[in-house]
């Protein structure tokens, strides 16, 4: 029975305390959420708008689960894109994350397009600074290294690669039928390490882990985000780009959560849930559990997690 007095008792609402980020002190055990309400990399990459109507739609969907963290849960609102100003949103989603973890909290960004993504390394780097390795784990069925004359949902990891020396691109569940044979050249001439869907799901959940681990060691911090349309279209509906043999969600909770519980891991993002377009809320509810998941497996070690069976 749920309770308003037990603390294990409590659901999400009951926990999340709604603060100005302008207000944020020093805070090494809390995680931050900041939602980025845009559809503008998706509109100018022609896919189905919508994902602007995501944070509120996850927020509300996470409000409803169990809390199981010791950690205090802040809700530091949202950045919206107004007038298609794509580049200035992301400037200031940059900004409010390099505050975030300014005050030693650890930002839980809920997209939004993509291009959420962007902004999300833009405060990284920042807080950073230009020396340290950067390492970013990308779930995705996509490279996302387009070359187009406007940034967008699709250009972002292209961006980051040829302005930033030492950042590294690790991309997990690609699909062969979902890039051209252009975007596999380009990721082979930028560097970048992936593994296709079939090999993320071959059975051996151990070879991805070292993919993970050795991606991880030549870094000094990692960056996780994952594109909603990584997951099969029979679980994941609602997203701007449909994949209908894409990974299966408990593939994709493992990577996770696997990830999470890395100490160089400094912060996590979820994109590309369309509302809009959704069934059911079932892409939705799927966000809004994978975010629990993650931030419940955050830094814990992984012994820890490979005890517990994750």
Known sequence: MDSDQEP???????????????????????????GFASDEGVRRNKGRQGASEAPDAIRQALAKLPCHLDNEVIDAGTVICENGNLEN???ELGEQVEHILNVSATP????????????????VRKFLGKDSKLGIINIDAHFDLRNDEQPSSGTMFRQIMEQDENAGYLCLGVQEFGNTKML?????????????????????FQEVQR??????????YILLTLCT?????????????????????????????????????????????????????????LAAYLAAETMNSFHTSVQHYMKVGR
Not at 211 to 220: G, V
Request: charged share 20%.
């Open 108 to 123: 839980v960004i809920i997209g939004g397009g993509h291009e959420t993504l962007y902004g999300h390394y833009l405060g």
């Open 89 to 91: 949103a992301q400037t």
């Open 8 to 34: 294990s008792g409590f659901r999400f609402h009951q926990v999340v305390k709604v603060e100005d980020i302008r207000n944020f002190g020093k805070n090494d055990n809390a995680f931050a959420v900041i």
């Open 229 to 285: 349309d990584s997951m099969m279209a029979s679980a994941a509906p609602g997203v701007s780009a449909p994949t209908p043999l894409g990974l299966d969600p408990k593939t994709v909770q493992k990577i996770m959560t696997y990830t999470a519980a890395l100490e160089k891991t400094i912060s996590f993002d979820i994109s590309e849930v369309n509302p809009r377009v959704d069934e059911n809320g079932k892409t939705v509810k």
């Open 184 to 204: 596999f050249d380009t990721a082979d001439k930028l560097g970048c390490h992936y593994m296709l869907q079939q090999e993320v799901e071959a059975g051996n």
């Open 211 to 220: 993919k993970i681990d050795a991606f991880t060691e030549n870094h000094d």
